[in-house]
Every structure is written in structure tokens, then in C-alpha cells.
């Protein structure tokens, strides 16, 4: 699955951030969005995973084929982790819940709680979640915070699979994840331009 971004224009708090972006990403490619903090990455991403709306432009090929791993890490506390990617699996539809375990170390801690471990665990479990959706497409903010080196290393290693399968991931994050498959999108490159103060209602004002 392709998906192709033509001429996007998105707002956060009803004023334009970032306008005129375009891109295509195709299986088994990655694009890494980098850009500085307030620029508009986290409303990008969330404009392409459906939950905003953009201000002009079109998104074609994103219909029930991302997975979306946002700041937070969706887990249920009270629940093993296990019972979080089962949780998640039956959510998207699919079954087996090991090579997620597997793919992030997370088997020795398969019993515990979500809410007692770490912010590491935490993080790793969050990110298994996106080997059980079984969605093509991966849409991922700054995924490698709280992990230390091993762990940045399984997530990459975790993208590179994805990729090999076909997949696709577009990933905000400054970390250089050494994938030779990633195409680099400067997000401040299509930074918008506010409007002047004559363009404002006055009431406003």
C-alpha cells in the first residue's frame, strides 16, 4: 500500500502550521520527519492517521492501513503484558501475540503489569502494540523516547522487518535509527505563513 500526500496544508489551535507538503511513501520504505520542536510534526502525523482534519491538500491510500503510536503508550495498567497485546490484537483483528514479545524483549516480563514497569518497558510494550495490528502502514512520533541503546536497536530492528514484509513507516525522531531504506522529510521547509494582522476579525483583537 502506497500512500501519497499531495499539497497538504494543516492547522494547530485554527492557525496554519505547515502548507504546500507533498510525498509518497511505497512499501518496504521509510520516511523520517525531522523538523524543530513546535513546527508542526506532531499535528502532521496526526492529520495522516485521520485524527484531524487538514486545512487543504489530500491524503490517498491511509484508509484503515495505519497504526499510530502517538506520545503516549496506550496501555491498559492493570493489565498484564500480555493481556495489553492480546487486548490489541483482537482490536485489529489478529492473533498471535509472540513475535511482538519477542521482537522487543518484553517475554520475561509477559506476566507483570503494565503499571508496574518501566518507563523503558513501557515504552517497548507501546511499540510491540504496532507488530499486532497487522496495518501496513506505520505512523510513529518520536518513538524512541525513554528507550535506552539495546532498546533503540530492537526498535530498528522491529522497522527493518516491517519494511521487509512490505511494510511502510513514516517516523518522527532526531535519533538516526541507521535505516538504509529512509528518505529524510525536513518538515520546516514547509512551514507556513501566518496570516498578517489585517487578515484577523477585530473582535478578536
Not at 500526500?5 to 509518497?24: M, N, Q
Not at 503508550?73 to 485489529?92: C, H, M, P, Y
Not at 501475540?97 to 507483570?112: G, I, M, S
Not at 539495546?150 to 522491529?158: I, L, N, P
Request: proline share 4%.
Amino acid at each position: 500500500m502506497t500512500l501519497n500526500v499531495t499539497d497538504l496544508a494543516i492547522a494547530r489551535g485554527g492557525l496554519p502550521v505547515l502548507e504546500g507538503l507533498s510525498f509518497r511513501l511505497e512499501p518496504g520504505r521509510a520516511l523520517i520527519l525531522r523538523g524543530p520542536n513546535g513546527i508542526g510534526k506532531t499535528t502532521l502525523l496526526r492529520t495522516i492517521a485521520g485524527l484531524q482534519p487538514p486545512l487543504a491538500g489530500q491524503i490517498e491510500g491511509a484508509e484503515d492501513q495505519i497504526a499510530y503510536a502517538a506520545h503516549s503508550d496506550g496501555l491498559k495498567q492493570a493489565l498484564s503484558v500480555t493481556e495489553n497485546l492480546i487486548f490489541w490484537a483482537r482490536v485489529f483483528g489478529t492473533s498471535s501475540v509472540e513475535p511482538a514479545l519477542t521482537a522487543f524483549d518484553l517475554n520475561a516480563l509477559k506476566d507483570r503489569a503494565a503499571g508496574a514497569l518501566s518507563a523503558g518497558q513501557k515504552r517497548r510494550l507501546g511499540l510491540a502494540r504496532m507488530l499486532v495490528t497487522g496495518r501496513p502502514i506505520w505512523v510513529m512520533d518520536e518513538p524512541t523516547v525513554s528507550l535506552d541503546t539495546r532498546a533503540v536497536a530492537m526498535f530498528a530492528d522491529a522497522v527493518r522487518a516491517h519494511l521487509g514484509q512490505g511494510g511502510a513507516a513514516l517516523i518522527a525522531t532526531h535519533i538516526d535509527l541507521g535505516l538504509s531504506e529512509a528518505d529524510v522529510l525536513d518538515a520546516g521547509a514547509y512551514k507556513a505563513t501566518l496570516p498578517a494582522l489585517d487578515d484577523f476579525d477585530e473582535g478578536f483583537l
